[in-house]
């Protein structure tokens, strides 16, 4: 289970980030809030931000029975590639 877990836990990542691209690329003048809506949002967007989530959670339950050590690298690694995404655009537009 634990190899599952992985593998889920980086598809939801990888799912999760990629919808959240897609509204990056649809602001390119406005800045996207952490805590928010953004103006424009793509079609998709919600479903693929929500099942990449949905993903993580659950890839958190099949790590859990290894060690909590797991679950937490798991949120951080989302986490910071979440705050990453959103940075660099707001940088971008900034600049």
Same mark, same amino acid.
Request: glycine share 10%; net charge positive.
């Given at each position: 289970?634990?190899?599952?877990?992985?593998?889920?836990?980086?598809?939801?990542?990888?799912?999760?980030?990629?919808?959240?691209?897609?509204?990056?690329? %649809?602001?390119?003048?406005?800045?996207?809030?952490?805590?928010?809506?953004?103006?424009?949002?793509?079609?998709?967007?919600?479903?693929?931000?929500?099942?990449?989530?949905?993903?993580?959670?659950?890839?958190?339950?099949?790590?859990?029975?290894?060690?909590?050590?797991?679950?937490?690298?798991?949120?951080?690694?989302?986490?910071?590639?979440?705050? %990453?995404?959103?940075? %660099?655009?707001?940088?971008?537009? %900034?600049?």
């Amino acid at each position: 289970m634990f190899v599952i877990g992985i593998i889920v836990a980086v598809v939801g990542i990888i799912i999760f980030v990629a919808g959240l691209l897609r509204t990056a690329r %649809a602001n390119p003048e406005d800045r996207v809030p952490y805590f928010g809506e953004a103006k424009t949002s793509p079609r998709w967007t919600y479903a693929m931000r929500a099942s990449g989530a949905a993903l993580v959670v659950i890839s958190g339950s099949l790590l859990g029975g290894e060690s909590w050590w797991w679950v937490a690298g798991v949120l951080v690694v989302w986490l910071g590639a979440t705050i %990453a995404v959103i940075a %660099a655009h707001n940088a971008r537009v %900034a600049a």
